[in-house]
Nanobody, 121 residues
Framework: VQLQASGGGLVQAGGSLRLSCAASERTFSNYVMGWFRQAPGKERTFLAAIYWSADSSYYADSVKGRFTISRDNAKNTVYLQMNSLKPEDTAVYHC???????????????WGQGTLVTVSS
């Protein structure tokens, strides 16, 4: 599975961004999708995951209520809507894919190039 994240950029604190991740896999709908981020000098952190049918999603406490994960299986794309952004949200954001939720949340699924999000104060 090849993944390409996009949509990052510079935003002021309190602003919003929507990230997209396009997958090459034609069986995209069979995969659980997730988002991680990695801030400079820090380990990557799980943010959110969504099941195949989009009827269940999971969030890290740090982003619950501010970030929303969604997917469009017809477009082989997963999204991360980020609201009320804070300077500490500054990081490279990556999407990931795997056949089960445990592999996604542990970070051992497929990865692609990330997209940089910078939040200014």
């Amino acid at each position: 599975v090849q993944l390409q994240a996009s949509g990052g950029g510079l935003v002021q604190a309190g602003g919003s961004l929507r990230l997209s991740c396009a997958a090459s896999e034609r069986t995209f709908s069979n995969y659980v999708m997730g988002w991680f981020r990695q801030a400079p000098g820090k380990e990557r952190t799980f943010l959110a995951a969504i099941y195949w049918s989009a009827d269940s999603s999971y969030y890290a406490d740090s982003v619950k209520g501010r970030f929303t994960i969604s997917r469009d299986n017809a477009k082989n794309t997963v999204y991360l809507q980020m609201n009320s952004l804070k300077p500490e949200d500054t990081a490279v954001y990556h999407c990931t894919a795997a056949k089960n939720i445990a592999t996604v949340t542990s970070g051992f699924g497929f990865w692609g190039q990330g997209t940089l999000v910078t939040v200014s104060s």
